[in-house]
């Protein structure tokens, strides 16, 4: 019975991983299935819109199998529910907030809203970045830089997995983060028109002594600290490169897989005969440049755009991080070129599932409606919005696919002109 019971929790949370929720993503140690971890990202036009909530159940090895197994099986059906729980009015999914003045109510749902917002911000999104990417309260990054030793393929000096902490959503967060940094900052925007810096936080009538949220408002210092991230982030990924090299050097599997696996797309598109072009940076498998054509008939028509794809040693426990350099208005890329796009965790090593998502992401003609991703604000408002918002949205597209051709006129008759003078 308890073997039929671990089957069970087991399939379970594989078809979880599988479904590429955006919302939850659940995974355990090896098939431990004793030791699980969720993420949780709060739900859109919340005070939790975007915040990183992880929770664990962990069962123990000296207790019943079964029983063990049948704790983490409620924990899934809460995990699965939680999101629809995160109610854009808070105050009155809280014990005892029936005894709150009646006459007081409105100020303080409105006030428990502005405090959960910040702090939601400040510690589920602010202080887990903060901690991954080892940023100090002066926003100095105190990580060492990693040495072409950190690629040494010898596997005695791989540090024992049971011995380290066990953070399987590490990379996720990182890559949510820069999904939704707009939206952080249009959250800091809008509470630094409701709240000023340095009011405290009302106490609500059902908060004890033992159930309490004191601090006070400053969201300057959370921008400051957010932009911090973002900077760190990028830094990151552009050392991705630089250490790919070290890595390729060592010719560490990674570095063979990558580099095989260019050859292999660039075959495939030659022999699909698309019109998209790849091509490596200075020969490095870690740093990848895709030149992506528009699909006639759309939108995109005639648009010529590049994008590059950093890839981490670690591939595929880091997943690759995409930018696109020429711009591109469009609701499922980000401002800063970082496109929206999902692929399922069997697949998450092969890159070629990485490219067709994120073309099926830019070419969908009609998309579902799903907030989650929402990681172009003003782009995203203008596709869902009105009919007269989506003309716009529209204008504002094909102007970014004329000025991704003007572009690439200006620098081939830049580069024409650099030849033409040597």
Known sequence: MADQSVFRITKELSELQKNSDLSLAVACRDIDVRNVKALIIGPHETPYEFGISEEVAAGHRDHDERGSVQVQSQHLCQWQSMPSLMSSNPYENEPGFEDANETSDKKNQKDYVQKIRHETLRVSVIQRLEEYLK?????????????????????DTIEDESSTPFEPF?????????WYYDSYLATIKKGMSEVKDGTMFVRMPFEGSNNTMEGKFNYGELERRLQGIKKALDAETEAWAV???AAKSKDTTVAVNLQRQFEQIVEFFKRSGT????????????????TYFGKPMTNLDGGLFRARLFFSPRFPEEQPRIKFETRLFHHRIAADGTPCYVVPSSRREDVKTHIEAIIEALEEDHPPYDPR????????KLYWGSP??????????RRSVQQSMEYVYSTRKATAVS????
Do not use: S
Not at 170 to 178: E, I, N, V, Y
Not at 419 to 422: D, G, I, V, Y
């Open 135 to 155: 940023i100090g309260l002066d926003g100095a990054v105190t990580a060492p830089a990693a040495t072409k030793d950190d690629y040494d393929l010898d596997m």
């Open 170 to 178: 590490k990379d996720l967060c990182k890559r949510r983060f820069l």
């Open 243 to 245: 250490e790919g090299l």
């Open 275 to 290: 019109a998209h072009n790849l091509e490596l940076v200075d020969g490095n498998p870690f740093d990848w440049v895709l």
């Open 373 to 380: 991703t929402l990681v172009h604000p003003e782009a995203f």
């Open 388 to 397: 007269e918002d989506r003309r716009v949205y529209n204008r504002r597209l």
């Open 419 to 422: 030849l033409t003078n040597r």
